[in-house]
């Protein structure tokens, strides 16, 4: 088995300068090695996001130009395990406010771009290195089973050999490689705390990511992590301003209309999902009934247990047709933000 090293941010940036090591996020501060900060080290190995990895990784120094009296030749300088963080995703609903999509299909397969708006979001997750799902499946779960099950002939061209030695030979590789998805079946009428409780034994973490199957949003998931780690409670949500439903005015005392503007940002929070939460969140949900964003919610509040990480970016909900004809139209144009892969 391999050894997983971290070294301090400094080194880091210390390796990616000479080429030696390739990474796309910095580890955050949780994760530094206080006796690996020593910059003469030349680094060379692999390095990946471990953030959302279960595997372990190996760095060392290759070429010490220090005292080598003190310090061998590929030395391990600091190792440690990589925490295995799953996302999960709530998938079950019917989507009764947009029968217009959702009366043959489930509302996380309704497409946006020509992909489903849950393979949006996974590749939103992915992008900040976590790769590993837990979809809570219910109404027309079958489909989204279908969907993951045919995706390899889907999203490739291949070969297959007919007769009694069938094989098939895919010819290209798709972006979404490595990809593991757990597909739960958490009941047709089960609330979204009921659907957590069920999928909880499928994550085996400490902490775990949690939001919707059907809104989309810049946020950077790293940062709510580090949020989250930072403030050490239970329950973190990521917070954004709504748009309102309609334009708003103000008024002098005659009634005239000093100044309009057409549905801008209200005032107030609200909860867009994004969840990071610690396992011991599991002990607040209470049965199939159980809706994960009444009772659950507020007792964490009450307990002081409950965060909110401040999202000022873009996020949209997919609810209606209406909605959902936005969300295609901004992909149209090239102008989707959450498109950060």
């Not at 989507?95 to 217009?100: A, D, I, L, Q, V």
């Not at 290195?129 to 099950?149: A, E, H, Q, W």
């Not at 757990?182 to 994550?203: E, F, N, P, S, W």
Request: with cysteine.
């Amino acid at each position: 088995m391999l050894h997983l090293v971290f070294v301090s941010q400094p080194a880091i940036r210390h390796a990616e300068g000479s080429g030696l090591v390739h990474t796309s996020h910095e580890p955050s501060s949780d994760f530094r090695c206080p006796t690996a900060g020593d910059e003469s080290f030349t680094w060379s190995g692999e390095f990946k996001d471990f953030r959302g990895s279960s595997e372990w990784l190996a760095i060392r120094d290759e070429g010490f130009r220090g005292d080598q009296t003190t310090r061998q030749r590929g030395q391990t300088v600091c190792e440690a395990k990589v925490s295995n963080v799953k996302t999960m995703i709530l998938c079950g609903g019917q989507g009764t406010r947009m029968r217009e999509e959702t009366e043959y299909r489930p509302k996380p397969l309704v497409e946006v771009g020509g992909r489903p708006i849950l393979w949006h979001i996974m590749k939103m997750y992915a992008h900040y290195g976590f790769n590993d799902f837990v979809l809570c499946l219910g109404y027309r779960g079958n489909m989204i089973k279908d969907y993951f099950l045919q995706y390899e002939a889907m999203n490739n061209d291949f070969t297959i050999s007919l007769g009694d030695r069938e094989k098939i030979e895919f010819h290209e590789t798709h972006d979404e490689q490595g990809f593991r998805v757990t597909l739960a079946d958490t009941g047709l009428h089960t609330m979204t705390g009921g659907r957590v409780q069920k999928a909880a034994r499928y994550i085996d973490d400490d902490t775990f990511l949690l939001t919707y199957g059907d809104g989309v949003a810049d946020v950077d998931i790293s940062k709510v992590i580090d949020f989250h780690h930072n403030h050490g409670k239970l329950a973190t949500l990521t917070a954004m301003r709504p748009m309102s439903r309609y334009g708003m005015l103000e008024l002098d005392s005659d009634g005239s209309v000093q100044s309009f503007a057409e549905k801008p940002r209200t005032d107030g929070w609200a909860s867009a999902g994004f969840f990071v939460l610690n396992r011991r969140v599991f002990d607040y949900l209470t049965g199939p009934t159980c809706i994960f964003e009444q009772a659950p919610l507020e007792r964490l509040a009450s307990e002081n247990q409950l965060v909110a990480y401040k999202h000022d970016g873009f996020f949209y909900a997919m609810d209606t047709f209406r909605e959902y004809q936005y969300l295609n139209e901004l992909w149209d144009k090239g102008q989707s933000p959450w498109k950060v892969w």
